[in-house]
């Protein structure tokens, strides 16, 4: 079965700077998605990024980036310049391209930033 | 545009009480689930659909029914709560695999207390 891993439980940062949160999975599969989503205190699972397996190219949507390793089953995350609203519980997730509904979701990181 | 909808947004059971968490959506996804996230754990897929009439067994099904009678709804039933189904519970739906639309919608949660 396919595993997500957090290993930062926590992760604090200070206003405008840069923080990486960490993934690893594990899969013997080619073809999949991996996804981070934000869950802020309202509970509500947005979806901040995705990554294609088959693309070699980092996937960007302003200030946030990833950092996909497929060999090493890496898929870390970049928040540069933080802001206050970017406090959450970060969740990355893994899907294999041919199952839309087995979603696999990593214990999440809790993200504080600091004014 | 409601997205994802998802009713009660808080309960509170007695031990041996039945239950039934009600999802809807309005985006006409052919793909619908319910996850259960506990601290620590990350989302856990309970039940999945992949239409009307379909549904099928996630990784922790025990204590839970579904059904999918229209495109749109997909509820959750709890037959005998137990305190070990306290936990927020998330619906998501999406796209089937044959789109290039590979997000996951979530409502908003409903957090579950059983006592």
């Known amino acids: 079965a396919q595993t997500v891993t957090q290993s930062q439980p926590e992760m604090s940062v200070q206003e405008a700077e840069t923080v990486t949160l960490s993934c690893t999975y594990d899969?013997?599969?080619?073809?999949?998605?991996l996804f981070w989503y934000k869950q802020p205190p309202s509970r509500q699972m947005i979806l901040v990024i995705r990554?294609?397996?088959?693309?070699?190219q980092n996937a960007t949507e302003n200030r946030f980036s990833v950092n996909f390793q497929k060999a090493a089953k890496s898929f870390s995350l970049k928040i540069s310049d933080s802001q206050l609203g970017d406090a959450a519980m970060y969740f990355c997730?893994?899907?294999?391209?041919?199952?839309?509904?087995?979603?696999?979701f990593g214990a999440g990181t809790r993200l504080t930033v600091k004014p | 545009n409601a997205g994802v909808t998802q009713t009660p947004k808080f309960q509170v059971l007695k031990t041996g009480q039945s239950m039934t968490l009600q999802c809807a959506q309005d985006?006409?996804?052919?793909?619908m689930s319910w996850y259960r996230q506990d601290p620590g754990m990350g989302l856990r897929l309970i039940h999945y659909?992949?239409?009307?009439?379909?549904?099928d067994q996630g990784e922790v099904p025990n204590g839970y029914n579904v059904s999918r009678s229209t495109t749109e709804d997909f509820p959750l039933r709890l037959l005998s709560a137990a305190p070990s189904q306290t936990s927020v519970y998330f619906c998501?739906?999406?796209?089937?695999?044959?789109?290039?639309?590979?997000?996951?919608?979530f409502g908003q949660g409903t957090r579950l207390t059983v006592v």
């Open positions: 998501a739906s999406s796209y089937s695999m044959q789109s290039t639309n590979t997000e996951a919608f």
């Open positions: 899969t013997s599969e080619s073809d999949y998605y």
């Open positions: 990554q294609e397996a088959y693309k070699q």
């Open positions: 997730a893994y899907r294999f391209l041919y199952n839309n509904n087995d979603m696999r």
């Open positions: 985006m006409n996804h052919e793909y």
């Open positions: 659909s992949v239409g009307a009439g379909i549904t």
